[in-house]
């Protein structure tokens, strides 16, 4: 079983930064690929990021160039550095893991789920 706990979300202008923090339960994190989702009200969850065990990344289009996605694996934890925000960008953040096989946009390929931090930004 691996817990995933967010944090770092919070309530911003257009145009702030925010980083996003997943730590994760288990002691071979550094084997997992690690993702980032968010979900907006009324929409369908809908991939971010991820990065897989040796650091390969992958982004939607919509965040490419404004967000980060990083980790550290003696802390057990996957980053989202947010730049640029824009009121298109407020959700709910989840973190994902994912046992096996490399990073992915596919939701049903995540093995574990955290319950999310909110971000919201104002116009």
């Known amino acids: 079983q691996v817990q995933l706990v967010e944090s770092g979300g919070g309530l911003v202008q257009t145009g702030d930064s925010l980083r996003l923090s997943c730590v994760a339960s288990?002691?071979?994190?550094?084997?997992?690929?690690m993702g980032w989702f968010r979900q907006a009200p009324g929409k369908e969850r809908e991939f971010v990021s991820s990065i897989m065990w040796n650091g390969r990344t992958v982004y939607a289009d919509s965040v490419k160039g404004r967000f980060t996605i990083s980790r550290d694996n003696a802390k057990n934890t996957v980053y989202l550095q947010m730049n640029s925000l824009e009121p298109e960008d407020t959700a709910a953040y989840y973190c994902a893991a994912k046992l096996l096989g490399g990073v992915s946009n596919d939701q049903t390929s995540y093995n574990y789920w955290g319950q999310g931090t909110q971000v919201t930004v104002s116009s």
């Open positions: 288990g002691r071979t994190f550094s084997s997992y690929t």
